[in-house]
T-cell receptor, first 113, second 112 residues
């Protein structure tokens, strides 16, 4: 299996621009997670989906952030408008019901200038 | 809410043992995990322990769980320079086994 695939791997954008991060989970996995990693806060869970339905979005920082999962093989995390404090590494991860671990993608490294 | 804490840094000499510690607050934790993150990469599962166990050994890795004190540790024997990475402790609750709560990560630096 190819693992969890994220794109883009790196993005530099200007403040105010829209950013869209993409994720393809491992085939057959029922759960998809979006995490954000920063030096100050460590690894934070933003939102997770089960069978394409958002279950818990309490970690989404504010209304500028939105996430969708239109089908079992694709999810997006959108930031509009982006701000410099959104600069972080955004990880997507997936797992299946009863799985013993979650599998992480390699992350999308976002810099907002 | 649930909270997982770790110290931020650890430096050890190559060949020595490393011990990375973690404390958590959720008494309903079911699984506890150790993940490794190498520079520029995502997190990879190293090992995990079920909450009814107190020790698990896997080659150079030994996990110790003190459920009473809510303390988890990862011991790496014969630490190598390739072990330099950030190590994350994580726990999942009996109420939500598919949601992991991560610690802040411990940056392990191994020097020759």
């Amino acid at each position: 299996d190819a693992g969890v695939i994220q794109s883009p791997r790196h993005e530099v954008t200007e403040m105010g621009q829209e950013v869209t991060l993409r994720c393809k989970p491992i085939s057959g996995h029922d759960y998809l997670f979006w995490y954000r990693q920063t030096m100050m806060r460590g690894l934070e869970l933003l939102i997770y989906f089960n069978n394409n339905v958002p279950i818990d979005d309490s970690g989404m920082p504010e209304d500028r952030f939105s996430a969708k999962m239109p089908n079992a093989s694709f999810s997006t995390l959108k930031i509009q408008p982006s701000e410099p404090r959104d600069s972080a590494v955004y990880f997507c991860a997936s797992t299946r019901v009863g799985g013993d671990t979650i599998y992480f993608g390699e992350g999308s490294w976002l810099t907002v200038v | 809410g649930e909270d997982v804490e770790q110290s931020l840094f650890l430096s050890v000499r190559e060949g020595d043992s490393s011990v990375i510690n973690c404390t958590y607050t959720d008494s309903s934790s079911t699984y506890l995990y150790w993940y490794k993150q190498e520079p520029g990469a995502g997190l990879q599962l190293l090992t995990y322990i079920f909450s009814n166990m107190d020790m698990k050994q896997d080659q150079r890795l030994t996990v110790l769980l003190n459920k009473k004190d809510k303390h988890l540790s990862l011991r790496i024997a014969d630490t190598q320079t390739g072990d330099s990475a950030i190590y994350f402790c994580a726990e999942s609750s009996i109420y939500n086994t598919d949601k992991l709560i991560f610690g802040t990560g411990t940056r392990l630096q191994v020097f020759p």
